[in-house]
């Protein structure tokens, strides 16, 4: 009976010892956990019966083993209460959310990238530490904003990895890289010869001759005046047979038959909007001057809209602002054409000066070259200098020898617009030259920087080279020279028969 009451005694005793709750958790991932991972976390408690989680980010549960994603970046205080009736006990572990790494890049420009230029490389990538850059030419980068020069034309697949410890991703993009081309334009020969197409590589300083052809696999059916640039197309001016026909500015593909209805002896043109103003001599100009007309070509349906009266042939045109200037080769006039009514006024020159081409500075006034005309009575050649704001010929610089009896372009400014380039020529079968017109001093500098050359049919100015066109025969290749701004020869390029004038296409 003593043994029995004792041994209640003690097991009674033991039963009322506190329970010893004992808390933990361990979690996974312990590292590199980023937004939106799901954390798993493993109870290792021992004696509890009841849990309460706090997350760190005002989110709670109340499972034993419970998992959580977190929204956002940050270190957060995870606790675990574990409790037993009234007994609890309470731990508290960190753990780390970082953002993903997010690759991300631009590039400048975006477009019209052309083998030579630098390409810029801006990165907007978040949370990265290291990058790789490929520029998918061989050639790669690990700097974090890169620039690159493509050295041919091609596609090319730009990667960048970005990476933060055991995290990267990956971005791509994709540039197109064309040639840096300038386009000489042949004007071909009298008795039958057509006009070809020089490609001139600025970046490789080499040229390619009958290019048009070779891109179209057929020859060009006219003799072209005057090339021209235009939202994205080549358009050119072409004689025997008349036409506008256009060719895609990359490319050089001619897709489409030129216009031919309305066109007759087109000379020149110039873009606004949805139109092209083509100065057309429209027949026999020099036995009758009220022939001549500009055509107005709707660009969305490449058709003539109207032909605008336009006497004593208009040649060179220019547009500033809302009006449309016309050299006017037949006349000592400069026609002005409001753009919105179509009404025509003209600027007078002086008696003996007749107009030919235009060149505009950069302050939206007009230079016109004054020479040699077909059959008229020229007292004084230079050029003149046109107000656009007042429509005035406000100076008049004296220069012998310029000459428009020729398809050329006859002058040109530098890159800078310091100076303007103009060709002279004594006449047919006499030597010419290059003038320097000063800009700031309005003044043509003492020396020619070319003189005393042969067979000099035009000029072109790129990238700090003064390009000088000779055709010595109308039947044989002619050749362009390139100089240095101070006369200084470069290089010398066989081309088609007859090249005048360069284009550059931006």
């Known amino acids: 009976m003593f043994l029995a009451v004792l041994a209640f005694a003690f097991t009674s005793c033991e039963d009322d010892d506190p329970v010893n709750v004992v808390v933990c958790f361990t979690f996974t991932p312990e590292q590199g956990i980023k937004i939106g991972d799901t954390v798993y976390f493993e109870n290792c408690s021992s ?49 780390s959310v970082s953002k993903e790494v997010v690759a991300c890049f631009t590039f400048s420009p975006e477009e019209s990238v052309k083998v030579g230029d630098t390409v810029y490389f801006a990165n907007c990538s978040e949370e990265a530490t290291s990058y790789a850059w490929d520029f998918g030419d061989s050639e790669t980068s690990t700097e974090e904003e890169p620039f690159h020069i493509y050295s041919q034309p091609g596609t090319y697949d730009v990667s960048m990895v970005a990476s933060k410890d055991d995290d990267s991703q990956t971005a791509t993009s994709t540039i197109e890289v064309v ?7 042949n004007y071909g020969g009298y008795s039958g010869d057509k006009s070809t197409i020089s490609a001139f590589n600025i970046y490789t300083q080499e040229i390619e001759n009958n290019y048009y052809t070779g891109v179209n696999g057929a ?27 256009w060719v895609d500015g990359k490319t050089f593909e001619q897709t489409a038959n030129g216009i031919t209805d309305d066109i007759v002896k087109p000379r020149n043109c110039v873009g606004n909007g949805d139109y092209l103003y083509v100065s057309c001599w429209g027949g026999d100009i020099w036995a009758d001057a009220s022939l001549s007309y500009i055509a107005k070509v709707d660009l969305n349906s490449n058709t003539v809209e109207k032909k605008i009266p336009l006497h004593y042939g208009p040649e060179g045109l220019a547009i500033v602002g809302d009006k449309l200037y016309a050299a006017l080769n037949y006349t000592n006039k400069v026609a002005v054409m409001d753009l919105a009514t179509e009404e025509i006024s003209y600027i007078d020159l002086p008696a003996g000066n007749i107009p030919s081409y235009f060149e505009q500075d950069n302050t939206g006034n007009l230079y016109v070259n004054l020479g040699v005309a077909y059959g008229d009575d020229v007292t004084s050649t230079g050029i003149g200098y046109i107000n656009t704001s007042t429509n005035q010929m406000e100076a008049k610089y004296e220069l012998t020898g310029v000459s428009s009896m020729n398809y050329v372009d006859v002058f040109e400014f530098n890159d800078d617009f310091s100076k303007l380039y103009i060709v002279t020529t004594g006449g047919y079968g006499e030597p010419g030259g290059v003038a320097v017109f000063d800009v700031a001093s309005e003044s043509f500098e003492a020396e020619k920087i070319i003189d005393n050359v042969m067979g000099i049919n035009g000029l072109g100015f790129k990238n700090n080279s003064l390009f000088c066109f000779f055709s010595e025969s109308t039947t044989t290749n002619g050749k362009a020279v390139t100089y240095t701004e101070d006369g200084t020869k470069i290089n010398e390029y066989e081309t088609g028969i007859a090249p005048f004038m360069l284009l550059d296409v931006e």
Request: aromatic share 14%; hydrophobic share 35%.
């Open 219 to 245: 020859s060009m059916v006219s003799n072209v005046q005057y090339a021209y640039e235009y939202n994205g197309n080549i358009y050119m001016m072409g004689n025997n047979s008349d036409q506008v026909f």
């Open 47 to 95: 004696e509890a019966l009841e849990y309460a989680w706090s997350f760190g980010d005002a989110s709670t549960s109340t499972e034993a083993e419970p998992y959580h994603i977190y929204t956002e970046s940050g270190s957060f205080d995870v606790t675990l209460i574990a409790s037993n009736g009234g007994i609890a006990e309470t731990v508290t572990q960190k753990v």
């Open 179 to 185: 040639a840096d081309l300038s386009f000489i334009i």
